[in-house]
């Protein structure tokens, strides 16, 4: 995720911090040292309870991160966003009993958190001669700027962060939660509309609540949410569209090709004649580059027409096998900002593959209800292209 900044790696897994977090430190200074007021030594509780809490978060998605791996999903990172952390994984675990224990692991542990909190502000209380026989006793102690009031909010924004994210809506832990057990009665894409259902309708019911109450803060959580639960519910109709259906599927058996001396001018007369918009290079029948769309304009606009394709053209590309899976290179084009990969069988150029094609195979099978390839055929992919 770009404007942000690595401050620590476990097992493996990159945490980042996105630059937009200092404005939640901002917001904690003041609020603490001006709006409430505390003066400086306000401002620095404030700051301090904000980077306390943050690092629960991290403890939260490290939790769900590190169980994913454990299942054999991929975790490239977690970001710190002034909303919260968010752990970027190249995947779900389909099982539903995984992606329940998964989801469930953050909120455990910032319970866990929480009560260790409270125990050990009970502790340094009662050693302080403090009276610490009821809950309200030990919950009197916040609103103050010393340690103790530091444990017991710390304590109560735990509790919060568990509470909010056992909503049962995604992005939420709770809108999972829910997948999970609906999908252990339901097939997988049914019980990811339900659950996306459910998190829409409790997500505008936050925004109108918000919006009565004038809570601005509310209204934004509310619209994350729907957005979130309809990014998901896509996702997942995706995915379950394209399974089965590999590269090698839906590839062009007879792409236009260049030869490194071809001239930009000449590439360009091209384009009209077909959708064809990338085009590979070949040289002795392998491909020594590839002209994407964008490279012969900027090459157009900084060259000569004259100009051979070989001075403008990628050299480093991303490439696939044949039997890659639609949904798994859409995943990973989607992820490492890819538009077009080349695809490889046994070190022979088999052709290119757009995100565009894909996102036409998705129309068509959603058209035509066709959610599976069982019938597909698997011809096509094994003679390479001659230059």
């Not at 809570?215 to 934004?220: E, K, P, S």
Request: hydrophobic share 55%.
């Amino acid at each position: 995720m770009s404007w942000s900044i690595k401050i620590a790696t476990v097992k493996g897994i990159d945490i980042r911090i996105h630059l937009t977090f200092l404005l939640i430190l901002l917001w904690a200074a003041f609020n603490w040292g001006i709006a409430r007021p505390g003066g400086w030594p306000g401002m620095v509780y404030g700051v301090t309870l904000i980077v306390l809490v943050f690092a629960c978060v991290v403890l939260h998605e490290l939790a769900h991160s590190l169980l994913a791996q454990s299942f054999g999903v991929r975790v490239r990172g977690i970001t710190l966003l002034p909303i919260g952390g968010v752990a970027q994984m190249e995947s779900v675990p389909q099982r539903p009993v995984q992606e329940l224990l998964m989801a469930a692991a953050g909120p455990a542990i910032n319970l866990a958190l929480s009560a260790v909190l409270l125990v050990l502000a009970m502790a340094v209380g009662s050693l302080s001669g403090l009276p610490m026989r009821t809950p309200q006793d030990v919950l009197g102690l916040a609103g103050a700027l010393g340690p103790l009031s530091l444990l017991v909010e710390l304590a109560l924004a735990n509790v919060a962060l568990a509470a909010f994210n056992l909503a049962p809506a995604f992005p939420m832990d709770g809108g999972r939660v829910l997948r999970a057990v609906l999908a252990l009665a339901l097939p997988y894409e049914m019980a990811t509309q339900i659950a996306v259902a459910v998190g829409q309708g409790l997500a505008l019911l936050l925004g109108l609540w918000g919006f009565f109450q004038g809570d601005l803060l509310l209204v934004l959580i509310a619209v994350f949410v729907y957005l979130g639960a309809e990014q998901e519910g896509n996702e997942v109709r995706v995915q379950s569209t394209l399974r089965g259906m590999q590269a090698c599927h839906i590839l062009s058996r007879d792409p236009l090709v260049l030869a490194p001396d071809t001239t930009l001018g000449q590439a360009l007369d091209l384009t009209p004649h077909g959708h064809q918009i990338d085009f590979p290079v070949l040289q002795t029948g392998q491909l020594a580059g590839i002209l994407t769309r964008e490279g012969l304009l900027q090459g157009l606009r900084e060259r000569d027409p004259a100009t051979p394709v070989q001075a403008v053209m990628h050299t480093e590309y991303p490439t696939a096998v044949p039997t890659a899976t639609l949904a798994a290179l859409r995943r990973q084009m989607i992820e490492g900002g890819w538009r077009v990969v080349a695809i490889i069988d046994q070190g022979r150029f088999v052709g290119l593959l757009t995100l565009a094609d894909i996102g036409e195979a998705f129309m068509m099978l959603s058209a035509t209800r066709h959610a599976h390839a069982d019938n597909a055929p698997i011809g096509g992919c094994e003679r390479p292209i001659d230059s």
